[in-house]
């Protein structure tokens, strides 16, 4: 990067196109007139996610390259939203950069390409509202996982994200924590990407 007028180093520009790159394929791919799609809505407050994240993370870099998905980061925390009440649900609203007088609960929608599974505890009842609308809004499957017993857990997890990504993801969960209450698998489907 060159110094800039403020004396410090700025990070190059392609650093911030790894970034937004993912962003702006989804917006690319729709054929709807602008304005009108749900996910429109949030865009800014993704991009604005992504931004701080950048910040945060770009100071730690010296000055390589930095690659990191938005979108694998916030889509765990926007789920916890549909569970969230009160302070909690507005303090991940915010850190999530959504903007609540642009977006209806209705409208919450992510784009298709992604998959997301929740392995709660099954010793925890979730409520059915929250079962529904993480359904709904991201179609979450929710698969209730015993984590009292880490090897039938690990086993059911792994299994599952194996079967999902056809085989190119194994054995991504090991060493469980036989304490845990939920699990959190999103899942990027992107085809620029091949292995």
Known sequence: GEKGTSGRNTMPHFNLYLIFAGL?????CQTSQPGNLPYEKIAPGNTEFAFIIYCQVAPEAHKKNILFSPTIISMPLALLVLAAKSTTRSQLLSGLCFNRTNIS????????????????NKKFKLRKKFLNNAKYFYQADVLPTNFENAT??????????????????????KDLDT???LGVVTNLKCPLLKH
Request: no cysteine; net charge negative.
């Open 24 to 28: 702006l394929a989804v917006a690319n």
């Open 152 to 173: 039938e857990a690990e086993n059911q997890i792994n299994n599952y994200i194996k079967e999902k990504t056809h085989g190119k993801i194994t054995d991504i969960v």
């Open 105 to 120: 609960d209705t409208e919450a929608e992510i784009q298709r390409s992604i998959g997301n599974t929740l392995f709660p």
């Open 179 to 181: 304490r845990a209450i």
